[in-house]
């Protein structure tokens, strides 16, 4: 029987999950680099970590390490050398959950969050409640669909702030990119009528809740939220057209 694979740790998600050539990019399939191999080639190339500390890090082996980051060096040169698409994602991999006293890899939001001082309680576990909702474009109302909304309200006991969302326009993957920027904003919980797949993936890994809005109102969501009567999400889709 084979041993199971080891989900890799990684710290932080890209901010593009898409590269498209500028010439010839729809004649060839996309190239995948699974986030594993990202990971190991932001660790070595960018930030100049040995293998050996690579592998400390993302909780692997040396020899481990050695075969994602050929693999991954692999795809980017016959990306580069095709003219292919690039697209990042997937592969056995855990997000940082912050609980380490140390990380120092350059880009791991989670501890970046713990070390930022902040003004509000913290809830059970020690983590500082914050709850966020997408928002309509009257910046009252919750909008349907969650990567795709105008507008993000983030609730803490200190009070409330409306914050765009950088995701809304983008050409692919705004479900990954909106779930990078709300992990970038220390969010604790997520009140949303629904999410995809993918983004709730990423959610989990972080140990964020995600509950389902039954109300219009976004402060109401917030409300029914602190009589605990909102529900858990338990529903997740898979896409539509690059949209969620």
């Not at 902040?118 to 909008?143: F, W, Y």
């Amino acid at each position: 029987m084979p041993r199971p694979r080891k989900c890799r740790k990684v710290c932080t998600l890209p901010a593009n999950n898409r590269f498209i050539p500028a010439i010839g990019a729809q004649t060839q399939p996309p190239i995948v680099l699974q986030l594993d191999e990202y990971e190991t080639m932001r660790l070595i190339d960018r930030e100049g970590f040995s293998q050996e500390q690579c592998g400390a890090y993302m909780h692997i082996a040396r020899a481990t390490v050695q075969q994602i980051y050929t693999s991954g060096r692999k795809k980017m040169a016959d990306a580069l050398v095709e003219g292919r698409t690039i697209e990042i994602g997937g592969g056995d991999y855990r997000l940082c959950d912050g609980q380490e006293r140390h990380c120092n890899c350059g880009g791991c939001q989670r501890h970046k969050a713990k070390s930022a001082p902040s003004s509000t309680h913290s809830n059970q576990g020690g983590r500082t409640m914050k709850i966020a909702i997408p928002l309509d474009e009257n910046q009252v109302d919750i909008c349907p669909v969650l990567a795709r909304a105008p507008f993000f309200l983030f609730w803490e006991e200190s009070g409330t702030t409306i914050v765009e969302n950088p995701a809304a326009q983008a050409h692919g993957g705004a479900g990954m990119q909106v779930a990078q920027f709300l992990l970038d904003s220390a969010i604790t919980a997520l009140i949303t009528p629904r999410c995809g797949q993918n983004a709730a993936d990423v959610f989990a890994a972080a140990d964020i809740t995600i509950y389902k809005s039954g109300q219009a109102s976004a402060m109401d969501s917030v409300t029914a939220f602190q009589q605990n009567q909102l529900d858990l999400l338990t529903h997740f889709h898979g896409g539509f057209h690059g949209i969620q």
